[in-house]
């Protein structure tokens, strides 16, 4: 039910308007409506509908009224009943006059704020709700009166605002002072609005026809507010206010104090829509700058004329704009330029030339590309800005809003952008953070309700990035979509392979802030990125690309450009794992070559636990084989049935991990068991790096199973040559780490160990890494027993990040043992059990279990236990 009293009283129900009575219902409804949720006294609404002259039986009577009022509007409940009177159980917002008052408010205040586009917005939409002379068709005058009142106040408020937008309409003013001849406020806007117009000469008779009626009338002068206005008039200093900020401002300390330092005539912010821009603009500037909106503009000096509250004369508009300029030392705001990129460069080249004093700053989702610019990139806030413009905006709807981890989630997923953060704030007055978060995988859906009384580019998260996407020509949305594809960014090359454009292309998306470019990678904000997905995508083209460069990787891994082409994949770590669980999903045959050019990669940076999922949904994908690719897969999915399929290989062996693998599984070769075609493989094998393997194996061989430290060292070294010959640091730490464990001499150890930590650190090697530092405890432990504790912890923390148990056992073995020498045999117990609760399948767990079960059973043979 809606019921309106701004104009004839009414009621419409959802079937249409319904036929409240004659005056007395009207009257009755009307002053419920007034003061609609409350409970109207009975002898108010006596006095209301009888006046002076009230019937004898006046309580009966307004019952009875009760009752035509309730069979009219045909809801009994409508209209209840209550010992001290009558009340109407609809919500505010159901009757006019209440949203109108809620409205003019919001816009009054949006006004004395300074945002006078939000007023405009708001105060138009309340007095559109007025259909006439207020409660038209009964008497209650004094209730007519104050909402007359209401609406004359809410009228000079929306023209305020249009003066202040440069947009009041002369004729409405002079229409308003000729009903109000003696309200000076309206006389004052219609002198700004003349003025506006660039009618001078009106405006300042305008001004003396005011002077002339007061003193008639009234026998007074102007109020100090007219003469203010006449005094600006005569100067000819009239421009748009700065918009005033409703919200606090949050973060963006660095590029302030970088806006502050720089000497340029001329700077643009550029980033993407969004990023809050405007609002740096704003904020920088002082107090006597010029705003000029060119959002909703076509024609760029136009509107910076009308900016300035001048009017288009015979002169040309750049001219008429440097008469106005050329002597003022301001600051001329050129706000939202890319739509009118090529006029917005052309006068600013212009006015900067023929106004000395004068300096621009503008904003842009791209540069003006004029001599003398300085850019100053407005970047996403950062994670601690982020998360305190979440909180301030959430605390705007909801008071009693409390930061938690998925506050720092949302802000992490938005990419820092300032109105997506916004728009998501907005939610929590209805959602809960977690609920926002889990809804993030739709955030075009999801951030829809922002700012009414915002321009409309920026009332949604797609809005904003629709308007970046519209000015782009064929070719850039072409390679937008394209380059969305790449979830972890793309290099030069990839761009150009996959998408088939050129750098000039990949440039102007850069230069129009859809694309950021850093140390040689181009990547999209994932806000970005997901609306240009939307318009196509290229996963098979982007599979095959990233697959063809781990086959051109894999080889250069073991020589002496490894460091480079290891860096190189850590880059696309990202595209890899997308490239292959596309390729699960729709060519399984192709993820299987990709996981296997891929295994060295992994394992050397230690990403076996992060990838173990995809290898095992692969595995349900392809069939049973008795290949090296499934090899691999078996390694990383389900090493305990690796071991048959290693069985059946013959070589030659390509990928260096299904030796690794087979080391992991079965351990150093037992020279009595009976040799595999694989083992013949191997040792025949003339690959340099492979040979290196053999002659570190030897090396363990020969003092593991004879003893022989001599020929063990002998056999090292000749590795460890082999290894550094091809620049190969993994090898090459693996002998270190051997040589450490044969010399006799603690030091030498020490100095070996952290030859290899150097080694595999310049790797990245996690799984290495935590196990020579597990080893660098070892060597310490009769040295330093404080600093071996120290290594092991670190070890243990690395070997946790790696999911390394069997190291983290062996850690653990190490604390033990430090305890058990401290005398604290029961800590030193519970972390053996600990130790070997972690154990599983596996030489490697094999090895690490039989020690830890010496260990403990050392402990518990002690005097002591």
Not at 557 to 586: D, G, I, M, P, S
Not at 674 to 690: A, F, K
Request: glycine share 6%.
């Amino acid at each position: 039910m809606q019921v309106g009293i701004l104009g004839p009283v009414e009621a419409h129900s959802p079937d249409g308007k319904v036929s409240v009575g004659g005056p007395r219902p009207r009257t009755l409804l009307a002053m419920l409506a007034l003061r609609v949720g409350e409970i109207v006294q009975l002898d108010r609404l006596i006095d209301e509908l009888y006046g002076d002259e009230p019937p004898s039986d006046a309580a009966n009577a307004l019952q009875g009224q009760v009752s035509r009022l309730r069979r009219a509007l045909g809801d009994a409940s409508l209209i209840e009943f209550h010992p001290a009177g009558y009340r109407l159980a609809l919500a505010p917002d159901q009757v006019d006059a209440h949203r109108f008052a809620s409205l003019a408010a919001e816009g009054q205040q949006a006004l004395e704020h300074g945002d006078s586009q939000g007023a405009e917005s708001l105060l138009s939409e309340a007095l559109q709700l007025w259909r006439g002379p207020a409660l038209a068709d009964i008497d209650a005058q004094d209730h007519a009166t104050r909402l007359e009142q209401q609406r004359s106040a809410a009228t000079s408020a929306l023209i305020a605002a249009r003066i202040r937008l440069g947009k009041a309409d002369v004729q409405e003013i002079s229409n308003l002072v000729q009903q109000n001849p003696l309200d000076e406020r309206l006389r004052g806007y219609l002198m700004q609005a003349l003025n506006q117009q660039g009618r001078q000469a009106e405006a300042l008779q305008a001004f003396e026809d005011a002077r002339e009626l007061l003193a008639d009338e009234l026998g007074t002068d102007p109020s100090p507010e007219l003469r203010a206005i006449h005094l600006q008039i005569l100067r000819g200093q009239t421009h748009r206010e700065l918009p005033a900020q409703l919200t606090s401002f949050v973060g963006r300390q660095e590029e302030l104090q970088r806006l502050a330092s720089m000497t340029s005539r001329l700077v643009t912010l550029t980033g993407p829509g969004g990023a809050g821009k405007t609002r740096l603009a704003l904020q920088s500037a002082g107090e006597n700058a010029i705003f000029v909106d060119l959002a909703p503009v076509k024609d760029v000096s136009a509107a910076t004329l009308q900016a300035l509250g001048l009017k288009e004369t015979v002169l040309a508009p750049e001219d008429r704009l440097t008469l106005a300029l050329r002597e003022r030392n301001t600051l001329l705001i050129l706000d939202n330029c890319e739509h009118v990129i090529v006029q917005a460069a052309q006068l600013a080249q212009h006015l900067l030339s023929t106004c000395p004093k004068l300096r621009i700053l503008a904003t842009s989702r791209e540069a003006l590309g004029i001599t003398g610019e300085m850019l100053c990139p407005v970047p996403p806030l950062k994670p601690e800005q982020s998360v305190t413009l979440f909180v301030d905006r959430a605390r705007l709807v909801n008071p009693a809003f409390v930061q938690d981890q998925d506050t720092v989630e949302i802000c992490r997923e938005l990419d820092g952008l300032p109105l997506a953060i916004e728009l998501a704030a907005a939610r929590t007055r209805t959602l809960t953070t977690e609920e926002i978060s889990a809804r993030l995988g739709d955030r075009f859906r999801l951030l829809t309700k922002g700012n009414r009384a915002a321009a409309p580019r920026h009332q949604t998260l797609r809005a904003v990035v629709e308007w970046s996407w519209d000015l782009l020509d064929d070719d850039e949305r072409d390679l937008a979509a394209c380059l969305a594809t790449f979830g972890g960014g793309a290099s030069l090359e990839a761009v150009e392979q996959v998408c088939g454009h050129d750098l000039e292309v990949l440039e102007a998306l850069v230069d129009k802030s859809l694309v950021e470019a850093t140390d040689g990678r181009y990547r999209m904000l994932v806000t970005i990125r997901e609306f240009c997905s939307q318009h196509k995508r290229v996963d098979a083209e982007h599979a095959r690309y990233f697959l063809d460069l781990a086959r051109r990787a894999d080889p250069e891994l073991r020589k002496q450009n490894q460091v480079r082409w290891f860096a190189r994949l850590t880059a696309e770590h990202a595209n890899f794992l997308q490239a292959v669980e596309w390729a699960t999903e729709h060519d399984p045959e192709l993820a299987l070559h990709l996981v296997s050019a891929l295994s060295w990669y992994w394992y050397v940076k230690g990403s076996r636990t992060e990838v173990e999922g995809l290898a095992q949904k692969l595995l349900t994908a392809v069939s049973e084989q008795v290949t090296e690719e499934y090899a691999i897969l078996l390694a990383l999915a389900a090493p305990e049935r690796v071991g048959n399929v290693l069985e059946g290989l013959n070589g030659p062996i390509k990928q260096p991990f299904v030796l690794i693998a087979w080391a992991m599984l079965n351990g150093p070769p037992d020279p009595g068991a009976p040799r595999t075609e694989l083992q013949d493989e191997v040792e025949r094998s003339d690959d340099p790096w492979i040979q290196g393997l053999m002659a570190f194996s030897n090396a363990h061989l020969g003092w593991v199973v004879n003893g022989d430290r001599e020929g063990a060292i002998s056999s090292a070294r000749d590795a460890l040559r082999q290894f550094h010959d091809l620049g190969e640091r993994w090898g090459a730490a693996q002998v270190l780490d051997v040589l450490a464990t044969l010399t006799e001499d603690p030091r030498e150890a020490l100095d070996l160990t952290d030859e290899a930590l150097r080694a595999v650190g310049e790797l990245g090697a996690k799984e290495e890494l935590a196990e020579l530092h597990g080893r660098r405890a070892d060597r310490l432990l009769d040295i330093d027993a404080a600093e071996a504790e120290r290594e092991y912890l670190l070890a243990l923390e690395m070997a946790t990040h790696a999911g390394l148990a069997a190291t983290r056992a062996l850690a653990n073995a190490g604390l033990a043992r430090i305890a058990q020498r401290a005398g604290d045999l029961a800590k030193a117990e519970q972390l053996l059990l600990e130790a070997q609760r972690e154990l599983g399948f596996g030489w490697m767990h094999h090895a690490a279990k039989r020690h830890v079960e010496a260990a403990l059973e050392e402990l518990r043979s002690s005097p002591s236990q």
